[in-house]
């Protein structure tokens, strides 16, 4: 078994992205600049948002951090999203989901400019992806495409089974596994709560890629001996073992699974630090491509 | 066996349409409008392109068609486009593909405004179908699932296997029959040239939707008994027993099938006629927005 270490690959990334800030420097252009809108003050977000700007910051990026009240009107946030879309300073920008109930969500997706749409949310840009033209690739799918391209896994003719089909993760990456590409022309099966003999399926997988946010949903005994395995599920649960009185899940029972697998990788440290990479990554590819 | 008759649904839905327009029209709106352009003299161009002429006078539309010659440049096309887009009278604008090698059809799918595109090419409404929002559907995959749905085809938890990945009828529909809905819900395998042990794979369908464009590949023994079939291929060969000299021919060799078969779509008539019964309902629904 080999661990797809997603913390170090993120990290070669980000070294690769600061080397290329710093060209941009030399070249006389400005920092990439990402912008993050936080409404509200949700734990989980603040820590994701916490660490994109640290990223950002690793990089050599300027970010700004745009915190709102909870109790935000949606015209109010549409406003502060289009003063963005139109603020040259700013390259890329995302609004942390997810966000209060009285607002639209895939509203506030769609008032966000495309060439800044950096998450890769814009329907303009999952269709992009779709008819496999250059776009933002949404990051977690992008993340996984990078992890599998980066540890050199043989994707081609293999059978891929994706678990989940949630806008963000299941759909895209299906697309991107069964397209013609490298990483990519996979046979992918999607599967999903309405899926029967889901056991017989996940048997047969060459790689498995799971986003289905049920702690170590998937076992050791499930698994084809030689499987690849992508966790992307992450469930927190109070734990008397940690420091902190908390652990991260993932939705794949590690210590049963690992040595049934070529590749696996851990929760946390494998598929959420090269989320943030990627997001870094469409960022400085919005400043590319004004250049 | 029974036969999921394409012409039969196509005039049921036409004719709905038609009493749509009437409705339309005694609240004092004008016609549904559909402009087509076909650029140079492609037989199966012509053919595909009158023959959605003609549905538009069948259900009440006014339609426009629009010859350019194969030698004109690209920028007078996206001209013609530009002056479509912004022309209040036109309400839906397909471009007959495909177009002549000197012209980049992606660029000229891209410039067709996303609220005319009733062929569902564009980016934005691809990506907003991956979104489960409201969208011009892909005309093709729209009609397999308005046949599914009218054959009253019980998809939730069945396995459909999908042969093919074209970005307009493999990519689409394997979305769209793996989303939370119905017809969808399925558990969906996406096959294509990269694809090893096929023959394994369709056995096992439930329902096998068949987008490949080789004639009568699929035959009897490849299939479980009792699947759904839905054959999208049309291959024009030449035949000594038709008038014409040419024969139609499915991805589906139908005479070995049509006994393994629960419900089998003919070629002709089977998905061909949905596709521009769902081209002229996404015209009527490009109409109905702007109310």
């Known amino acids: 078994m080999k661990l797809l270490d997603g913390k170090k690959v993120a990290n070669d990334i980000k070294h690769e992205i600061a080397i290329e800030v710093k060209k941009l420097l030399d070249l006389g252009f400005k920092k990439p600049h990402l912008a993050a809108i936080l409404v509200g003050n949700n734990g989980a977000s603040e820590t994701y948002v916490n660490a994109k700007v640290k990223a950002c910051k690793k990089v050599g990026f300027d970010s700004t951090l745009i915190r709102l009240s909870s109790s935000i009107e949606e015209n109010d946030l549409l406003d502060k999203i289009s003063d963005i879309n139109n603020d040259n300073n700013i390259d890329g920008l995302i609004v942390q989901l997810p966000l209060p109930d009285h607002i639209n969500e895939k509203k506030i997706t769609e008032s966000i400019s495309p060439n800044k749409d950096v998450d890769g949310f814009h329907p303009e840009n999952l269709g992009k992806m779709v008819l496999n033209l250059p776009t933002f690739l ?84 499930m698994l084809k001996k030689g499987v690849t395995i992508i966790d992307v599920g992450i469930t927190r649960k109070k734990s008397d073992k940690t420091k902190s009185g908390w652990k991260l899940f993932g939705d794949v029972d590690f210590e049963s699974c690992r040595d049934r697998a070529s590749f696996i990788t851990p929760v946390p440290g494998g598929v959420g630090p090269m989320t943030i990479a990627m997001l870094l990554k469409n960022t400085l590819l919005a400043v590319q491509r004004k250049k």
Do not use: W
């Open 138 to 221: 949404p990051a977690t799918p992008a993340g996984i495409i990078e992890l599998l391209a980066r540890y050199k896994i043989t994707t081609d003719s293999k059978y891929c089974v994706v678990v989940g089909r949630s806008h963000i993760v299941g759909s895209p990456i299906s697309i991107l596994m069964a397209r013609n590409g490298n990483p990519g022309n996979c046979t992918v099966t999607i599967t999903h709560s309405r899926t029967k003999e889901i056991h017989n399926i996940i048997k047969q997988a060459d790689i498995l890629i799971v986003a289905l946010g049920k702690a170590e949903f998937i076992k050791g005994n």
